[in-house]
């Protein structure tokens, strides 16, 4: 998986993502963030919190909400686009 800042304002970073097949991953715990993804292209299986697995394609998005555990699994080579900001409490 590669990383790459796209823009930082002072409350949200604007994250892309390239996934490749490599089995099953997990996000790091968040207890601060939100995190809002979209699927430019690829497929993948997410897994948030105690939800059953969706499976997801190009044009599907997902939210992880602070301090929810994300499992995913890279279906093909995928680009995700994500939005991380502070959570509103």
């Known amino acids: ?3 790459r ?3 930082r ?3 949200v970073e604007l994250r892309l ?3 490749d ?3 099953e ?3 790091p715990l968040d207890d601060d963030h939100d995190r809002v993804a979209y699927v ?3 497929a ?3 897994a948030i919190g105690d939800e059953p697995p969706a499976e997801l394609h190009s044009g599907d998005s997902y939210v992880v909400p602070a301090g929810e555990r994300c499992v995913f699994e890279v279906l093909e080579p995928a680009t995700v686009v994500e939005a991380i900001g502070p959570v509103q409490r």
Request: hydrophobic share 50%; proline share 4%.
């Open 9 to 11: 304002a002072s409350q």
């Open 1 to 3: 998986m590669s990383e």
């Open 25 to 27: 991953a997990d996000m």
């Open 17 to 19: 993502c390239e996934l």
């Open 21 to 23: 097949p490599a089995g």
């Open 40 to 42: 430019q292209h690829g």
């Open 44 to 46: 993948i299986i997410v």
């Open 5 to 7: 800042l796209m823009a």
